[in-house]
């Protein structure tokens, strides 16, 4: 079955990230990934800017409108993915779900403006009968789905800590690798902020934080250089040590040695093992694991539960006062 797909917001994660890219090799927005995956079919966009919508016409061949009543009355949608600012996320899902009742809706994280708007849209959706899931791209980028499979199977064993630096703010930014390290590690037990750091608002900040999971402790760590450098997380588990490096497009492995030999130690290193990251086409990752979830199969993805979970953990630690 192909399903027919609606792309609401046309921005960077939208269309523009990869508008200009190889069309194969780098595959980074909603419209790429859809026009490119075989159960899909981009039918169309919706978008206020008309020169976006243009864009969207021209490059993908596929009608853009100009709100949701329009295009729903020209198409019937089996996925709706929201790729608009946070802000309108939950005035979108209302929409949606008061004009059609599609499939499944895939939303851009976080998932609300507030936990309580999270809450909300996930109540909405499930009283639909409608599947929601949260473009946590790194649930469904094969790397990282490895380095967890190693970590359930004590194949990297814990208890595990580490630290994860993160910019732009811990909710808007810093969220996908709390709700990574989550997958990985388990929901969050405790917390202490360390430093509150600076406020962007009510809703969002930039703390110092040790976070305490079911399998390990993490320090999270604000940072103000640029994005790329700032995203990483180290582990060191009682077997090795994890990098996962340049927002995750390098993972390596660097097992423990068990020489006793003090003197020689350095030639009895074993091997680091360098972890392939698929992370170049992320959105198409999301796609194809959206495709098995779909036909009811067991998929990496994270749903809207999973992601009010990360939410409601993160407006905690950013409502603390120093």
């Not at 849209?121 to 899931?133: D, F, H, P, S």
């Not at 040695?257 to 003197?263: K, P, R, W």
Request: with cysteine.
């Amino acid at each position: 079955m192909v399903y027919n797909t609606l792309i609401v917001g046309l921005g960077n994660i939208g269309m523009g990230y990869d508008l200009n890219q190889d069309g194969v090799s780098c595959v980074h927005s909603h419209s790429r990934a859809i026009s490119l995956h075989p159960c899909f079919r981009l039918s169309a966009a919706v978008e206020i800017d008309i020169e976006k919508r243009e864009a969207f016409r021209k490059f993908y061949s596929a009608p853009a409108y100009a709100t949701l009543s329009e295009a729903f009355l020209n198409h019937k949608i089996d996925v709706a993915i929201i790729a608009t600012s946070t802000q309108v996320h939950c005035d979108v899902v209302r929409d949606i779900l008061r004009l059609t009742k599609p499939k499944v809706i895939l939303c851009e994280k976080p998932l609300g403006s507030s936990a309580h708007e999270s809450r909300e849209i996930t109540a909405l959706c499930k009283e639909r009968g409608v599947l929601l899931y949260v473009n946590y791209i790194r649930c469904s980028e094969p790397g990282a789905v490895e380095v967890g499979h190693r970590i359930s199977s004590n194949k990297i064993v814990a208890p595990v800590n580490g630290f994860a630096y993160y910019a732009k703010g811990l909710i808007h930014n810093g969220s996908h690798f709390f709700n990574l390290v989550q997958l990985w590690l388990g929901e969050m037990k405790a917390f202490r902020v360390i430093k509150k750091g600076a406020t962007v608002d009510k809703l969002e900040a930039n703390p110092n934080v040790s976070v305490e999971f079911e399998k390990g402790n993490i320090v999270f760590l604000s940072t103000n250089s640029s994005v790329n450098a700032s995203n990483k997380i180290e582990l060191v588990a009682q077997n090795g040590r994890l990098l996962y490096a340049n927002s995750g497009y390098q993972i390596s492995w660097h097992p423990k040695s068990n020489s006793t030999n003090q003197i020689d130690n350095r030639s009895c290193e074993p091997k680091s093992e360098q972890i392939n990251s698929e992370l170049n086409r992320y959105q198409w990752n999301v796609v194809d694991q959206l495709a098995l979830a779909l036909n009811n199969q067991s998929a990496h993805l994270c749903d809207g539960d999973q992601a009010l979970i990360t939410f409601e953990a993160l407006s905690l630690i950013v409502s603390v006062e120093e």
